[in-house]
């Protein structure tokens, strides 16, 4: 038993390695997309001083720790982005191998967590989703209903969930053009698209929910610091108006439905 135990371990920490290189590959593709640079050819660079980095500075969370999070030859500030998203996708890899029992489909969903972590991502540095990566989601998605729907208990693809694209795609992209892009991004819908597919109807509008509660919760915890922030330094005001990225809520809201299998109705009646 304890033995056991010791090679799970092993096992997980070995999966959480991949997940953090998997992720420092995942930050080259947020800050190469749309410079022109390719993603997959060519050296990486520190961004202030134009060196190429060494290869002992491109450890996964172990070299920002050793280098205390700066370039070593300009000494600038490398962001807290690499660690984070390096640890998150190490974390997301243990749970999807948790979740899946079949070997195709954990390598389909690492690569749909891969590809939602990039959007994420992307969205917080840029407020913009791609539309590369968002169709392509949206492509894969179509193939989770698919596969779902051969082993539910009710057989076959259920008409909801397989409108549940097109129904949240045109919630979403109503709200973008009512408000003239003010309350909601386009990109926002056609996320909400591939959510609809990837978690059927009622996953797709639990996701949603909760990724409009994370997301109030964030604007006024953000408002909060900053008052705070104000009262010692002139920074810039942040209000209900201020433009925050809703892609990431929207993600964190189907990883947590997706993994956690949150009934997000039954919380609603609790509260």
Same mark, same amino acid.
């Given at each position: ?136 989601? !949206?492509?894969?998605? #179509?193939?989770? &209903? *698919?596969?779902?729907?051969? +082993?539910? %208990? /009710?057989?076959?693809?259920? !008409?909801?969930?397989? #409108?549940?694209? &097109? *129904?949240?795609?045109?919630? +979403?992209? %109503? /709200? ?96």
């Amino acid at each position: 038993m304890v033995e056991y135990q010791v090679m799970e371990t092993i096992f997980y920490i070995s999966i959480f390695i991949f997940g953090a290189i998997i992720g420092s590959f995942l930050n080259v593709v947020v800050y190469r997309l749309g410079t022109g640079m390719s993603i997959v050819r060519g050296r990486s660079i520190c961004f202030s001083c134009g060196r190429k980095l060494q290869w002992y500075e491109l450890i996964p969370i172990v070299s920002f720790v050793i280098q205390r999070g700066k370039c070593s030859n300009c000494k600038s500030k490398i962001s807290l982005q690499y660690p984070i998203v390096e640890i998150i996708t190490g974390l997301v890899f243990i749970l999807v191998f948790i979740k899946s029992s079949s070997l195709f489909f954990t390598a389909y969903l690492l690569v749909i967590m891969s590809i939602l972590l990039i959007i994420a991502v992307y969205d917080v540095r840029h407020k913009i989703i791609p539309n590369g990566f968002v169709y392509a989601f !949206i492509t894969l998605s #179509l193939f989770s &209903l *698919i596969w779902t729907s051969n +082993f539910s %208990a /009710l057989g076959g693809i259920q !008409i909801w969930d397989m #409108l549940a694209g &097109l *129904i949240l795609f045109l919630s +979403f992209a %109503a /709200l973008w053009f009512f408000s003239r892009g003010t309350w909601m991004g386009l990109g926002d819908a056609k996320l909400s698209w591939g959510i609809g597919w990837f978690l059927g109807l009622y996953g797709g509008i639990s996701a949603i929910i909760l990724a409009f509660w994370i997301g109030a919760i964030w604007g006024l915890l953000m408002i909060m610091l900053n008052r705070i922030e104000r009262l010692f330094l002139n920074t810039k005001t942040i209000t209900m108006k201020s433009e925050i990225p809703f892609g990431p809520f929207l993600i964190l809201g189907t990883l947590l439905i997706f993994f956690f299998n949150i009934d997000i109705f039954t919380l609603t009646q609790i509260f």
